[in-house]
T-cell receptor, first 112, second 115 residues
Framework: QQPVQSPQAVILREGEDAVINCSSS?????VHWYRQKHGEAPVFLMI?????EQKGHEKISASFNEKKQQSSLYLTASQLSYSGTYFC?????????????FGKGTLLTVNP | DAGITQSPRHKVTETGTPVTLRCHQT?????MYWYRQDPGHGLRLIHY???????DKGEVSDGYSVSRSKTEDFLLTLESATSSQTSVYFC??????????????FGAGTRLSVL
């Protein structure tokens, strides 16, 4: 079942912060975050595992709330290079070992 | 960057014609995937492979078939293309099925238009 991402789109000025959420109706084992720039391939950012800690990637970090079956991606002090579409991909507890189900994406635009 | 090559990168075809897209990898990864990406739908899994000659269906497999005769090549075939199959197709690879490490690396994509 496809995870739900919110918001669908967000516009920031350089230096502002943003939060992107990913929610599932099923118990999650792991959440993966990818970023896709316009006209390019998705690129892996990070994985969060059930029972794991918050992960970070430069000024981008994420958390995983197992009870709420959701993950949040935090972008702090945004840069122009952060612009793109962010996708979460989920692996459900008890699900296939090697299949990700992606959300519809969140379009992030960072303006000067 | 992971060594993934998709061909062709762009293709225009007519309704009813067969189309084959190729994904070639040089990473010797076991798992390969075909996704389609459409506005408002995100990435949807068409088929995937967990080894040579081992394939399975994804969530949007109707109208598509796949084959994997070698580790490095994964072919996606549209037996009789329809306009609803106009999309951007991405191939992805990963080096393990272990939940914790299923990092997927994507190819550059193939833009297919069915007229």
């Amino acid at each position: 079942q496809q995870p739900v991402q919110s918001p669908q789109a967000v516009i920031l000025r350089e230096g502002e912060d943003a939060v992107i959420n990913c929610s599932s109706s099923k118990a999650l084992y792991s959440v993966h975050w990818y970023r896709q720039k316009h006209g390019e391939a998705p690129v892996f950012l990070m994985i969060l595992l059930k029972g794991g800690e918050q992960k970070g990637h430069e000024k981008i970090s994420a958390s995983f709330n197992e009870k709420k079956q959701q993950s949040s991606l935090y972008l702090t002090a945004s840069q122009l290079s952060y612009s793109g579409t962010y996708f979460c991909g989920t692996v459900n507890s008890g699900g296939s070992n090697y299949k990700l189900t992606f959300g519809k994406g969140t379009l992030l635009t960072v303006n000067p | 960057d992971a060594g993934i090559t998709q061909s062709p990168r762009h293709k225009v075809t007519e309704t009813g014609t067969p189309v084959t897209l190729r994904c070639h990898q040089t990473e010797n990864h076991r798992y390969m995937y075909w996704y389609r990406q459409d506005p408002g739908h995100g990435l949807r899994l068409i088929h995937y492979s967990y080894g040579v000659k081992d394939t399975d269906k994804g969530e949007v497999s109707d109208g598509y078939s796949v084959s994997r005769s070698k580790t490095e090549d994964f072919l996606l075939t549209l037996e009789s293309a329809t306009s609803s199959q106009t999309s951007v197709y991405f191939c992805a690879i990963s080096d393990t099925g272990i939940l914790a490490k299923n990092i997927q690396y994507f190819g550059a994509g193939t833009r297919l238009s069915v007229l």
